[in-house]
């Protein structure tokens, strides 16, 4: 059964950086890819970024392609996603997800960014 | 990048009916498109993809159709567990995008 869990809530200051963590078990991680989507309280579902896990290919919508990273450690099935210079309209709820059609889900982690 | 607009935003419904959701694409997406339920305080689970297929365990209540540009959802006979937002996703193209969600209620 495929499981993602994500690292647990974060709060940031307004500038800093934050890391979330997602790691999967109950599929072969390696052949896999794993995307990243965010929620605004009460919000739409808002597509981050994506990696193909086997390659390290990353592809990123255009408005977070220069403050998001995402990576990869095969060895221990384990996806990143790093937010530099944070605003305060970062606050949300971060979700990885793995598959092409995001398959199954993280349960989500809870940054807030405030001063 | 490809806008996924779905329609109505909000839709009341009654327990037992039947229900059509919409999914429109700016171009064609193929049969690309998949379809979301979520909860309060949950993250979306996956319930159809390849624009038709059913995902693991999804009850056959929920159906999909359509191709290119047009989608639709149905939801058959409508239980109280249903009552929740829906939202469309392609992924024909990048970058990935998401429509602004349907949400389903009790009439």
């Known amino acids: 059964q495929m499981q993602l869990v994500q690292s647990g809530p974060e709060v940031k200051k307004p500038g800093t950086s934050v890391k979330v963590s997602c790691k999967a078990s109950?599929?072969?991680?390696?052949?896999?890819?794993v995307q990243w989507v965010r929620q605004a309280r009460g919000q739409r579902l808002e597509w981050i970024g994506w990696?193909?896990?086997?390659?390290?290919?990353?592809n990123y919508a255009q408005e977070f392609q220069e403050r998001v990273t995402i990576s990869r450690d095969i060895s221990t099935s384990t996806a990143y996603m790093e937010v530099s210079s944070l605003r305060s309209d970062d606050t949300a709820m971060y979700y990885c997800a793995a598959g092409h059609y995001c398959d199954s889900w993280g349960q989500g982690t809870l940054v807030t960014v405030s001063s | 990048e490809i806008v996924m607009t779905q329609s109505p935003a909000t839709l009341s419904v009654s327990p037992g009916e039947r229900t059509t959701l919409s999914c429109r694409a700016s171009q064609s997406v193929n049969s690309n498109l998949a379809w979301y339920q979520q909860k309060p305080g949950q993250p979306p689970r996956l319930l159809i993809y390849?624009?038709?297929t059913r995902a693991t365990a999804i009850s056959a209540r929920f159906s999909g159709s359509g191709s290119g540009t047009e989608f639709t959802l149905t939801i058959s006979s409508l239980q109280s567990e249903d009552f929740a937002v829906y939202y469309c996703h392609q992924y024909n193209d990048w970058p990935r995008t998401f429509g602004q969600g349907t949400k389903l209620e009790i009439k």
């Open positions: 390849g624009a038709s």
């Open positions: 990696i193909a896990v086997g390659s390290g290919n990353t």
């Open positions: 109950g599929f072969t991680f390696r052949s896999s890819a």
